[in-house]
């Protein structure tokens, strides 16, 4: 590695949101780059410079007003895996769920032991949404097992395979990014359940290949909006739908949407200002 062979690509906000970081970070991530800082009032992307295209950037920054200008400029190379894994501490959900990495040691087991390597973050349950997903999965057991799952926008896949791990017979798990998707299937065998969780790098339109007792969605809320009326489709009649990874601001339009789409509200739940709203299909 070159002592420099990194950009730091700092796109300032005008006005700044931690929601417009959130979505800029989304719309980049389809872009190379490696990781996603939010520094008021930048929004900090780090890309190999051999990788960097402004154009594209440009692009994809020209449908924000709010991103008014962005500057790129030399940093000096990390380890970004080797940092990740500095910083990583086991997750407990409820006392119930234990995500954990190869190198965490002396880690008590729970009910749910899950084991990830996450390439770059993609969902390792430190996010608050993931987190209150897992916690409302808890609550679907007799829901889930036996039954077929779809977990959208999947990551790393740690719904997926716990979904897998509390008796779903099948599990489809997708995400739009093809690097999340390779993580997510070896995740899936390293955790023994490959057998049972498919993965598939796209978008929702693969749902039309069959349909689900419970739908996972943790993802940004306009693309929720976007695709809500193929997650109604795609679920069986009494199946449930958990949505997670916007804000509580969010939830009534999301709740308008998903109840004028003939779904039945079933819960709410908070988590730093961010919401999880479980459905269910009449």
């Not at 109604?232 to 109840?259: H, K, N, Q, T, W």
């Amino acid at each position: 590695m070159n002592t420099f062979d990194y950009l730091e690509v700092a796109v300032r906000l005008n006005p700044f949101t931690e929601e417009m970081a959130e979505i800029l970070t989304a719309e980049l991530s389809e872009l190379p780059f490696d990781s996603f800082v939010t520094e008021e009032p930048f929004l900090k992307c780090y890309i190999q410079t051999s990788e960097y295209r402004p154009s594209d950037v440009k692009v994809i920054l020209s449908g924000y007003p709010a991103a008014v200008e962005f500057k790129a400029v030399p940093v000096q190379g990390r380890n970004w895996n080797q940092a990740w894994e500095q910083e990583f501490q086991p997750i407990v959900v409820d006392g119930k769920v234990t995500i954990k990495a190869k190198f965490n040691k002396d880690v008590p087991r729970t009910r749910f032991n899950i084991w990830i390597d996450p390439q770059m973050a993609f969902g390792t349950g430190y996010h608050n949404t993931t987190f209150m997903m897992m916690q409302r999965m808890l609550g679907l057991e007799s829901a889930i097992r036996g039954h077929s799952v779809v977990d959208m926008g999947c990551g790393t896949a740690v719904l997926a395979i716990l979904a897998a791990k509390m008796g779903a017979r099948k599990v489809f798990a997708v995400d739009i990014d093809l690097v999340a998707a390779q993580s997510a299937w070896g995740n899936a065998h390293w955790n023994r359940v490959g057998s049972r969780v498919e993965t598939a790098c796209g978008d929702a339109s693969l749902l039309q290949m069959g349909t689900y007792d419970v739908l996972l969605a943790n993802i940004h809320r306009n693309i929720i909006l976007e695709d809500l009326p193929t997650y109604v489709r795609s679920l069986r009649r009494g199946g449930r739908l958990l949505l997670s990874g916007f804000y509580m601001a969010d939830v009534p339009a999301i709740r308008e949407a998903a109840e004028g789409l003939g779904l039945r509200f079933e819960g709410l739940s908070e988590r730093e200002d961010w919401a999880c709203l479980e459905f269910a299909k009449a």
